[in-house]
């Protein structure tokens, strides 16, 4: 297994007291695995996917990525497991601001130490992008901004990539394309994903989907 989330338990406190939001998780992935997870809004999606990037630590249960326990990293450990081992895509694009397409790409493969020139020229002829590398993220449309934030992703090749809502933000057709890309780039980069989507259409595109609710995995 690539991912192993196993017993995961999480609570947020709140001014009522505390709240259970995750209450048992089991969830298994297996390399270059594509699954989709649904559920309700405030089911604990987001939540989950922080904890399994690392951004967050569980109450309770265990992660286990390509056989490491990532709840038993201190801080350091766990930024260095962000940096090179999970891609996050998010509804908001998060590019950064005062950096060009070309330079927002290469970003993260840079700072992981995988910068692979050859790789990433694929990756923006795919993406659509050859024409837009000296843009600023200001001076693209949604789409192009989440094909970069894709780019960006995929550029360090990262085992695992968690993908909260990425279309979410964008229209019917234009999400439609993006997810294609971001699946068929995701097989190409040897990545398992996780995709967040409240779309049954674009969850049937993926080899599994997974459902939260009551805190817990139901399939
Ligand atoms: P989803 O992504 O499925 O919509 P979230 O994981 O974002 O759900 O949130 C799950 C629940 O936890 C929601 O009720 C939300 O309001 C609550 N929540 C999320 N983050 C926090 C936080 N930092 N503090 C308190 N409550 C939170
Ligand atoms: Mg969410």
Do not use: C
């Not at 995750?22 to 922080?50: C, D, F, M, P, Q």
């Not at 286990?64 to 694009?93: C, T």
């Not at 439609?176 to 995701?186: E, H, R, W, Y």
């Amino acid at each position: 297994m690539l991912l192993s989330l196993s017993n995961i338990a999480k609570s947020y406190q709140t001014a009522e007291g505390p709240i259970d939001i995750l209450r048992g998780i089991e969830l298994n992935l297996a390399a270059a695995e594509s699954v989709a997870l649904t559920g309700e809004s405030g089911s604990g999606k987001s939540t989950l996917l922080h904890l399994a990037g690392g951004l967050d630590r569980p109450d309770g249960g265990t992660i286990v990525i390509n056989g490491r326990d990532i709840g038993a990293l201190d801080d350091s450990g766990r930024a260095r497991y962000r940096r090179s081992e999970v891609g996050l895509v998010f509804q908001q694009f998060n590019l950064i601001p005062s950096l060009d397409v070309a330079a927002n790409i290469s970003f993260h493969a840079k700072l992981a130490g995988r910068f692979d020139a050859d790789w990433e020229r694929e990756l923006v002829e795919h993406l659509g992008l050859d024409r837009l590398l000296t843009r600023y993220p200001e001076q693209l449309s949604g789409g192009q901004q989440q094909r970069v934030a894709i780019g960006r992703t995929l550029a360090a090749r990262p085992p695992l990539v968690l993908a909260d809502e990425p279309t979410g933000n964008l229209d019917e057709a234009t999400g439609d394309a993006v997810l294609d890309l971001m699946l068929s780039l995701s097989r190409t980069a040897g990545s398992a994903l996780l995709l967040v989507t409240h779309s049954m259409r674009l969850a049937d595109k993926l080899n599994r989907k997974v459902f939260l609710r009551g805190g817990k995995i139901v399939s």
